[in-house]
T-cell receptor, first 111, second 113 residues
């Protein structure tokens, strides 16, 4: 069974203090790993898809990386508007349309 | 382009009743997946439809069912509601579901009393 574990559960940073969120996964044949951002009361917002180990993607202050067992979401010089819950999900090669999500990391950035 | 639309946004039902939720995907998207989100269990996969066919199903009881219409709009139904069914129900739309970006709606907040 596919599994995704995210750490830490919660992270509090000062504005400008860079850090990383971790996503460890087990899946039978990774089709893709996804990162989402979710604000309270809203649906998840797509950020990145990573397909294979060694791949990296960037968007503004966010950079996602992938190894064979985990993914990191690096946040550089965060701002208060980056505060949200960040979700990681995996999709197995044999499970079209089904993503297995982690419980998320709730990030709070203080000004 | 218009995003994923879920209706209604909020719903209050009594135990034992049934409920139908609707999801209109992004135009051109043929895959619709449904998820249940609760504080204790996180996002749990319910099922996925592609071109009117259920292609994948999660580990939920038979009280949870869905369908997809020829215009890709999807509905999910929950019969004989239980208190534990209270959750945010989210649908995600993607072009074909396989490793493609999925776009979520705002969700339907269901409260069972």
């Amino acid at each position: 069974e596919d599994q995704v574990t995210q750490s830490p559960e919660a992270l509090r940073l000062q504005e400008g203090e860079s850090s990383s969120l971790n996503c460890s996964y087990t899946v039978s044949g990774l089709r893709g790993l996804f990162w989402y951002r979710q604000d309270p009361g809203k649906g998840p917002e797509f950020l990145f898809t990573l397909y294979s180990a060694g791949e990296e993607k960037e968007k503004e202050r966010l950079k996602a990386t992938l190894t064979k067992k985990e993914s990191f979401l690096h946040i550089t010089a965060p701002k208060p508007e980056d505060s949200a819950t960040y979700l990681c999900a995996v999709q197995a090669a044999t499970n079209a349309g089904k993503s297995t999500f982690g419980d998320g990391t709730t990030l709070t950035v203080k000004p | 382009k218009a995003g994923v639309t879920q209706t209604p946004r909020y719903l209050i039902k009594t135990r034992g009743q049934q409920v139908t939720l609707s999801c209109s995907p992004i135009s051109g998207h043929r895959s619709v997946s449904w998820y249940q989100q609760t504080p204790g269990q996180g996002l749990q996969f319910l099922f996925e439809y592609f071109s009117e066919t259920q292609r994948n199903k999660g580990n939920f009881p038979g009280r949870f069912s869905g369908r997809q219409f020829s215009n890709s709009r999807s509905e999910m139904n929950v019969s004989t509601l239980e208190l534990g069914d209270s959750a945010l129900y989210l649908c995600a739309s993607s072009f074909e579901g396989r490793n493609t970006e999925a776009f979520f709606g705002q969700g339907t907040r269901l409260t069972v009393v």
